[in-house]
């Protein structure tokens, strides 16, 4: 993990989603919502790259939101 105020932010920013995103899945009991949190709490300490991080919160929350629409 690099350590410049960039990258630091960001992967600040995504674990924060991902922290209420678990919380809220987790009052609610709703399984896609805990899933997606504790995968956008965990990546970013595995991802250096800024667009990256970005591209792979993105697609977890799209899918999260894919998964809602289909009634799970």
């Not at 250096?48 to 792979?56: D, E, F, K, P």
Request: hydrophobic share 60%.
């Amino acid at each position: 993990m690099s350590f410049d105020a960039t990258s630091l932010l960001i992967s600040f920013v995504v674990s924060s989603i991902g922290f209420v995103a678990f919380m809220y899945g987790r009052k609610q009991k709703r399984l896609p919502q805990m899933v997606a949190g504790v995968a956008l709490m965990v990546y970013p300490y595995f991802v250096s790259n800024i667009w990256i991080m970005i591209g792979i919160a993105i697609a977890i929350l799209a899918a999260m939101i894919g998964l809602l629409r289909l009634g799970l």
